[in-house]
């Protein structure tokens, strides 16, 4: 089976603290930041991630691009992230797939659950990548202590030898 994940992108944006603080500073490095820890996220899980960005009051034309191997849409002028997630629901689900659909809007959560797809509220995602943020630092860490060993193990006499070798003995 295989899993994709549909994001609202501004709503777990504003669901989460730091990005909702970056927003407030610098718009697009919010949604970068985003863009990039879903990155991480698709990386571990293998899942498809799709990420919506509502742009309903902006003028122009739908606008899909790929960025770090992530797929991103900002919806056309008169469109809604919410109608746009709801339109990808019906495309994209199938037998062989499962279709998660993360927001904090309880509309939209009941609107994709009542389509088939699998709810995942902001809160719940944003752990997970936490988790995941945690265990990639961990596994580094643990890297990086085991490369700190470059000594070769050797038995006593073998050190002796290489020793009276060393000393030109």
């Known amino acids: ?20 603080a970056l927003r407030e ?31 309903y009051l902006i003028p122009g034309k739908e606008t899909k691009t790929r960025q770090s191997n992530v ?5 056309k002028q008169s469109e809604k992230a919410d109608q746009k997630i ?3 629901i ?21 609107t994709v659950f009542s389509q088939g797809a699998l709810r995942k ?5 944003i752990e997970e990548i936490k988790k995941i943020e945690y265990e990639i630092g ?7 202590s085991e490369g ?5 193990s050797i038995d006593e006499a073998t050190r002796a030898k290489l020793e009276k070798m060393r000393r030109g003995f």
């Open 1 to 20: 089976m295989k899993d994709i994940l549909i994001v609202d992108g501004y709503n777990v944006i504003g669901a989460w603290r730091e990005l909702n």
């Open 25 to 55: 500073k610098d718009f697009e490095s919010a949604r970068d930041l985003l863009i990039s820890k879903l990155a991480e996220y698709q990386a571990v899980t293998g899942w498809r991630v799709i990420i919506i960005f509502d742009a």
């Open 71 to 75: 797929e991103v849409i900002y919806t």
């Open 86 to 88: 709801e339109g990808l």
């Open 90 to 110: 019906k495309k994209l689900k199938n037998v062989k797939t499962r279709i998660h659909v993360a927001t904090s809007d309880m509309a939209e959560q009941w």
């Open 121 to 125: 509220p902001s809160r719940e995602l």
């Open 138 to 144: 961990d596994m580094i860490v643990n890297k990086l």
């Open 148 to 152: 700190k060993s470059s000594k070769i």
